[in-house]
């Protein structure tokens, strides 16, 4: 793949394009950024990552292999007027929008090779956990090529399109769960007396070495789980309160509505 365009340049273009740029999948020449009006964050995004904008120039999207669609799903109509006159008959597009189908992409800028995905923001670091589906016009090659671009910046599984919608009340929403698990315990932790710094660095050690325990042992959570729990101890006494707060319902109840309004942003398409 030679060049690639985002047309967005939110958080989530950011996030894809410091990972790949960083990872060297793709020298910086290559990539390209638009978005609606705001000059300024191109000025920013250009001078962080040595990336081009892409300003009145709308002809230059011909050139370009892949068009990644980061956008919200509010402006897609909007995005795909835009854009659909200057596809090359060649061109991939690739969305991270959360919810729109491969089929509203199909509708809105001709039968063409389309790559629906779902990343999230710590694509910054290398560290997405990404979903990804492919229309069949996408060759073998070109899914390679966008496969590498994820997995350069964390990791990939292909599903079922439908399956994105729980992919992103998972992963793609995912992060923004554990933020607001640091951010309750660092409250009930100085709550509880301790120094605010000291807790949130304790909280974090304890979250990374937690995901680490997971990754490198490829132990169950529940046996980790075990191993840490001493009968009648404080862990045990900890868990009970969770339970008793329905924890589980609790965690359902949030991925089913973040994939319900998954769903609900594709159809109100
Ligand atoms: N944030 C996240 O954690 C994740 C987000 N996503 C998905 O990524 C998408 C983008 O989210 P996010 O980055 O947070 O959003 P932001 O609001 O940060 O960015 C949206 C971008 O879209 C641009 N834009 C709007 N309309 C047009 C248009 N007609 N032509 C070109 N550019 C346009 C905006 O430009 P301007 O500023 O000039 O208006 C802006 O740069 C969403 O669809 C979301 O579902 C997916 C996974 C995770
Ligand atoms: O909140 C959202 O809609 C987007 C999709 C996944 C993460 N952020």
Same mark, same amino acid.
């Given at each position: ?24 999948v793709?020298?910086?020449?290559n990539?390209?950024?638009?978005n609606?009006?705001?000059? @300024? ?6 001078? %962080? ?9 709308? &002809? ?8 990644? $669609? ?11 007027e835009?854009?659909?006159?200057y ?15 491969? *089929?509203?992409?199909?509708? =809105? $800028?001709?039968? /063409? ?6 990343? *999230?923001?710590?694509?910054?670091? =290398? ?12 060759s ?11 997995n ?10 439908d ?5 992103t ?23 509880? =007396?301790?120094?605010?710094? &000291?807790? %949130? ?18 132990? @169950?959570?529940?046996?980790? /789980?075990? *191993? ?15 339970? &008793? ?13 973040? @994939? *319900?309004?998954? /769903?609900?942003? =594709?159809?109100?398409?």
């Amino acid at each position: 793949m030679e060049k690639i365009l985002f047309v967005g340049a939110g958080q989530m273009a950011e996030a894809i394009i410091a990972g790949i740029v960083n990872k060297r999948v793709i020298y910086e020449d290559n990539v390209y950024v638009m978005n609606r009006s705001d000059a @300024e964050r191109l000025d920013e995004l250009e001078s %962080r990552y040595g990336i081009t904008k892409v300003c009145e120039d709308r &002809d230059f999207i011909k050139k370009v292999d892949l068009v990644v $669609l980061a956008t919200k799903p509010k402006d897609v109509e909007k995005v795909m007027e835009d854009i659909a006159p200057y596809l090359g008959e060649d061109t991939t597009v690739l969305s991270v929008i959360a919810g729109i189908s491969i *089929n509203t992409f199909e509708k =809105g $800028l001709g039968k /063409r090779p389309i790559a629906r995905s779902m990343p *999230n923001t710590s694509a910054t670091i =290398g560290k997405s956990a990404s979903g990804i589906a492919f229309n069949e016009a996408v060759s073998d090659r070109m899914q390679q090529s966008i496969l590498s671009l994820l997995n350069a910046i964390g990791i990939v599984k292909v599903v079922e399109e439908d399956d994105l919608h729980a992919v992103t009340a998972l992963s793609g929403s995912g992060p923004a769960y554990i933020y607001y698990l640091v951010e309750a315990m660092e409250e009930a932790a100085v709550a509880q =007396g301790l120094d605010a710094v &000291d807790a %949130r660095e304790l909280i974090v050690q304890t979250i990374y070495g937690a995901a680490s325990m997971l990754k490198k042992t490829g132990e @169950e959570p529940s046996v980790l /789980r075990e *191993n840490v729990t001493s009968p009648g101890g404080t862990t045990a006494a900890g868990l009970r309160s969770l339970e &008793d707060h329905n924890f589980k319902t609790i965690i359902s109840d949030c991925l089913i509505s973040a @994939e *319900n309004r998954s /769903r609900q942003l =594709g159809s109100s398409k």
